[in-house]
């Protein structure tokens, strides 16, 4: 799979999970939703309910910006499996910056019943990497 085909492949997905590790490199995953534009993957701290916005993610880059996103599609028919990584560098995102208003746009955009109530945090992809069951795509 070609880094193009799996952006979009991940772009079309409806959730990640989001990888982030401490400082001692303890893991924590975490699924989240997530709008892409280039070379970023943009989250945010929405209003479901949470026990704050003090959110381990948020520590976790704070310490050790590298993470991963994940994406994958499952089907009892193994021939049509596939997975796609992001992998890049984490930061917060002040939502009232101008790349912050506009991540929270494509997120509202992208989820209907997004509504934002803390820090986004965006993803710049360093790379695209993949696998699916089947060679043949179907992507070009």
């Not at 799996?6 to 989001?18: M, S």
């Not at 970023?40 to 026990?51: G, Q, T």
């Not at 360093?126 to 179907?138: D, E, K, N, P, V």
């Amino acid at each position: 799979m070609t880094p193009h085909q799996a952006r979009r492949r991940f772009t079309g997905a409806r959730v990640a999970r989001l990888a982030t590790a401490d400082a001692a490199g303890r893991p924590h995953i975490v699924p989240v939703t997530f709008a892409v534009d280039g070379e970023v993957v943009y989250s945010a701290v929405d209003a479901k309910p949470k026990r704050g916005t003090a959110l381990k993610r948020l520590a976790n880059i704070a310490v050790n910006p590298a993470v991963a996103a994940l994406v994958d599609h499952y089907t009892d028919d193994w021939n049509d499996l596939w997975w796609v990584r992001a992998d890049g560098t984490g930061r917060v995102v002040d939502p009232e910056d101008p790349e912050g208003v506009r991540a929270l746009a494509l997120l509202a955009d992208r989820y209907p019943l997004f509504a934002a109530r803390g820090a986004v945090l965006a993803v710049d992809v360093h790379r695209w990497s993949g696998w699916a069951a089947s060679a043949a795509t179907g992507e070009g």
